[in-house]
């Protein structure tokens, strides 16, 4: 294998491409305006573009640094894993010290320009967004090797992230039963990439890549991914009917077909459970997401 260029090899380990889960804040901010639909003309004048732009930014920031951590904490485990032992710390390539600094500075920068320009409870979800990822991949507590706590915590930047574009706004708490089930829809989707690595890694691939993995069966993955799709919709038609969205109700048998279809790829299909926003490369799929979101479009506008 010809030599990698080491600018590469560090942006890389940045996981940079990932930046459509940063983006998840705009459900967030957007759900500002479905609890609050009369601050939606007088937020106009608040410069909101720039706003989310700024604050995806950050999110993004502080995403890489958890990724740099979970490159230096997975090192020696994915070097069992068939596509990640390629990546560049593996193979000693790259220097973990240049790669903490990369995380200083990351997460300094960001917390500090939150700190300046946004409200202290957007700094904290920022915080928090960084405490969970040291809890989930440093040892001595490292969730990621403790069945069904690990995806329960990997999901929770899910509802971190809801907060993050919630409080671009300086909004006051949002609905819990809104934040629950955004929890719950991460959930979902982290189980099903538990689901893809135990049914495509063998049984020695899959213990000496994450241990928690050789303590799950498929059987029981698929289950318990259900059930957390069935709690997601259960706490959305609570939240629903707590703050009288009726004409969202249409959209449930649109969503149960899409969540239906994550627990079919990720039984069937590798790539898409373990990096679920590849799934938007397939064009049906997208059409689809696309048609979802008119559906809520059309359902906040005939509220």
Known sequence: MPKRKKGSLYVASLRLDR??????????????????????RSALSQFLVLKIVLAFVLTWMVSTANYIINEITDAP???YHPGKKHRPLVGNEISVPLLLTCWTLLTAGAL??????????FVFSLAALLLA????????????????????????????????????????????SLLAAWWAFGNFLMVGKRVAEKKFLTA????????????????????????NALLFLTLFIIFLVQLNLKTFLFSLPFIVFYLAFFIY???????????????????YFALYTLFLLIVFLVAFWLR
């Open 19 to 40: 930046w459509p889960r940063s983006a998840a804040i705009i459900i967030g901010f957007a759900a500002v305006f479905l609890v609050h639909p009369d601050w939606l």
């Open 77 to 79: 485990f994915d070097a």
């Open 112 to 121: 500090g320009i939150a700190y300046f320009l946004f409200s202290l409870p």
């Open 133 to 176: 990822g040291i809890l989930y991949n440093v040892p001595p507590l490292r969730c990621k090797d403790i069945p069904y706590l690990d995806s329960t915590l990997e999901s929770a930047n899910n509802p971190i992230r809801f907060l993050i574009g919630w409080y671009v706004l300086a909004a006051g708490f949002p609905p819990l």
């Open 204 to 227: 020695e691939e899959s213990s000496a890549y994450r241990m928690s993995l050789s303590r799950y069966s498929i059987r029981g993955l698929i289950i318990f991914m259900a059930a």
């Open 265 to 283: 790829k990720s039984v069937q299909d590798r790539d898409a459970a373990e990096e679920p926003e590849k799934m938007l490369k397939n064009p």
